[in-house]
C-alpha cells in the first residue's frame, strides 16, 4: 500500500493494533469506499487518506515514466535477451 495519511494513522505508537482478517476489512471498508468515491475532489481532504495497493516492486521505481518509454524499455530488453539467447545457441 502506497503510504498516505490514513496508513500513518494506523501506525501510530497510539494506534489500536489492527483486527484480524477479515474483521479489519469489515471495519473500513465503508470509510475507504466513502474515501474513494471523493478523493478525485479538490478540497475534500479525502486526497490524503486514500491508499493505494502496490506491488513490492513500487520500492524500485524513482522516476516518472510515460507508459510509451515503458513499453519501449520493455522491447529493448527482450531484444537484448533474444540476442543474448540466440548467441548461447548459436555456437
Known sequence: MLRSAWT???????????LGMPLQTVLVSDAQRRIQRVAHKAGSGAQELATYFVGQV?????EVK?????VQEMVEEYVAV????????AG
Open 66 to 70: 510515460s507508459a510509451r518509454r515503458v
Open 82 to 89: 533474444m540476442e543474448r539467447l540466440d548467441s548461447l545457441t
Open 58 to 62: 513500487v520500492g524500485q521505481m524513482n
Open 8 to 18: 500513518d494513522a494506523w501506525e501510530a505508537p497510539d494506534a489500536p493494533a489492527p
